[in-house]
């Protein structure tokens, strides 16, 4: 409409436009989002040889940053320059936010600069404007160093610059530099807004902080100030990260009372809070609630409620859950695989993990060490150990390089518990897990710490712990020689009920043995004397030790 009064009258030449109708037209064009039709004017304008002034370059920026035309704002204030119309405070702060719409930080401190070179004095938008781009290019510390800087300005920040200063502060991991801008804040005239608090309590929750994303969010409600979903969102998140799945289950059930509908993300991070707190049924409840109210599941969603299955040991759930995801047209990930593969591991359902294992290699998601951890692991409970060893095989040519887990796993298996060099057991010791152990804090300080390994693995490693640093020892100390040192040998070499008992439960309860005790029992005298042989914590009666000596 305006574009077609325009035309009308400059075709009828009866009728002569003048700067006032061109400036009068562009600010509507602005009003109206007709960049377009704006940039047309005042091309018109330079055709038609009227001079154009400040507020109608100004117009026409504006016109252009608020329809994300950053390049041509900038275009239109040098061609201001260039037609020596100097621009004024309105003409920057248009300009620097369009460049701050456009994500171009840099450029628009550059323009920053120039304002101070053009004696322009910036105000508080200009500030803001400059603010709020460092904060959308990730310059925290440059949003924070403008911040400081209104104040030697004598420039009273308003809640603009309050809010896209705590923001920058928030994406740059700055929790506690947030929380100190938004304290500065409270102290002023300036109220926090919901995006003041929003943004801190994101701050925290991203550093971990969850005790002060709790008390911003009971501060908010004592403001008066109402949570919307962000604000929820955020709350139950840093619930979610401290491990708190009351609080987070709390603020998820306030977030219903208060008419705020859930979305995606408050059901994802509520389901993972429980998972993380081993509640398993009510991850299942949310769940359920979450298909109820039409809110569509993600790979998140999913994934967060199968693993809390499986560490609630609901194998036929996780599995059911998995079938699910597979039906409602999502992709597996490889965090969907292993959760569902451990669930089939602890129930026992080695075939079901197997066949997990198979379609997992047929998909896109690649299997990885926990993958194949959890399969072996469900092989060997199952009693198959020929599966579990080709699954270990495969390893190698799927170059996923194996752990002490895996090895864990796979010596576990009644087969392989024979630690002779000859045996299948010994070999993948020898060879596998012996150089890992080595570099690694399992031995140090004249101790085998046992933890983290199953029964098989801690009888071998147990084994060989007393076959070498047991008995190189020993061979130091002047006091064992002779007779008395080959008969600790074959003692060392006949203890393999002892060692049975011994790794499984340390391994269980101690976890850790120490070489000391044993040398102070088995030194002190002589074997026939010896009332009590310790280990660590673990004491053996003096009736077994003549049991296990026999021979001497």
Not at 311 to 332: E, I, R, T
Not at 505 to 525: E, I, N, R, T, Y
Request: proline letters at 2%; charged letters at 15%; a neutral charge.
């Amino acid at each position: 409409m305006i574009l077609k009064l325009f035309a009308d009258a400059l075709q009828n030449r009866s009728l002569t436009l003048k700067e006032r109708d061109y400036t009068t037209g562009i600010f509507a064009c602005k009003r109206a989002r007709l960049w377009e039709q704006a940039c047309w004017l005042l091309d018109t304008m330079h055709k038609e040889k009227v001079v154009a002034n400040v507020f109608t370059y100004s117009a026409t920026i504006s016109a252009c940053g608020n329809a994300g035309q950053w390049q041509l704002a900038v275009s239109w204030l040098e061609a201001m320059i260039k037609a020596k119309e100097n621009p004024n405070v309105i003409s920057y702060n248009a300009t620097i936010s369009a460049c701050q719409k456009g994500s171009q930080w840099q450029l628009a401190l550059k323009l920053f600069g120039a304002m101070a070179k053009a004696k322009v004095n910036p105000d508080v938008i200009s500030y803001s404007a400059m603010i709020s781009a460092c904060e959308k290019g990730g310059q925290w510390q440059q949003a924070l160093s403008l911040f400081e800087a209104m104040a030697k300005a004598e420039i009273d920040p308003d809640v603009v610059s309050y809010n896209a200063t705590i923001s920058a502060c928030e994406k740059g991991g700055q929790w506690q530099e947030a929380l100190n801008v938004f304290e500065a804040m409270t102290k002023t005239k300036v109220k926090p807004d919901a995006i003041s608090y929003n943004a801190t309590i994101s701050a925290c929750e991203k550093g971990g902080q969850w005790q002060q994303a709790l008390n911003l969010s009971e501060a908010m409600t004592t403001a008066r100030v109402n949570p919307d979903v962000i604000s929820y969102n955020a709350t139950i998140s840093a619930c979610q990260k401290g491990g708190q799945w009351q609080q987070a289950l709390k603020w998820f059930q306030a977030m219903r009372k208060a008419n705020v509908n859930p979305d995606i993300i408050s059901y994802s991070a509520t389901i993972s809070a429980c998972e993380k707190g081993g509640q398993w049924q009510y991850a299942l409840m949310l769940f359920e609630a979450m298909q109820k109210a039409i809110v569509n599941p993600t790979g998140i969603s999913y994934n967060a409620t199968i693993s809390a299955l499986e560490k609630g040991g609901q194998w036929q759930s996780a599995l059911n859950m998995f079938s699910a995801m597979v039906k409602a047209m999502m992709k597996p990930t490889i965090i969907s695989y292993n959760a569902t593969i451990s669930a089939c591991e602890k129930g026992g359902q080695w075939l079901h993990a197997l066949n997990l294992f198979e379609a997992m290699t047929k998909s896109k998601a690649k299997p990885d060490v926990i993958s194949y951890n959890a399969t072996i692991s469900a092989c060997e409970s199952g009693d198959h150990w020929q599966q579990a060893l080709n699954l270990f095989v495969g390893m190698f040519a799927a170059q996923v390089q194996p752990n002490i887990i895996t090895y864990s796993a796979l010596l576990d298996c009644k087969e392989f518990h024979a630690g002779s060099s000859q045996s299948r057991g010994g070999h993948i010791f020898q060879h596998g897990l012996l150089p890992l152990l080595k570099g690694s804090w399992v031995f140090q300080d004249l101790k085998v710490d046992l933890h983290n390994h199953s029964e098989g693995a801690a009888r071998i490693v147990l084994q060989w712990w007393l076959s070498t640093t047991v008995l190189q020892h020993l061979e130091k100390n002047e006091r064992v020689a002779g007779c008395c040192f080959k008969r600790l040998c074959y003692f060392l070499s006949q203890v393999s009920y002892f060692m049975m008992m011994l790794g499984f439960l340390l391994s269980h309860f101690l976890g850790v043995v120490a070489l000391d005790p044993l040398l102070s029992s088995l030194l002190v005298g002589s074997l026939e004397h010896v009332c009590f042989h310790s280990v660590g914590n673990f004491i053996i009666p003096t009736d077994e030790v003549h049991h296990f000596s026999e021979g001497f």
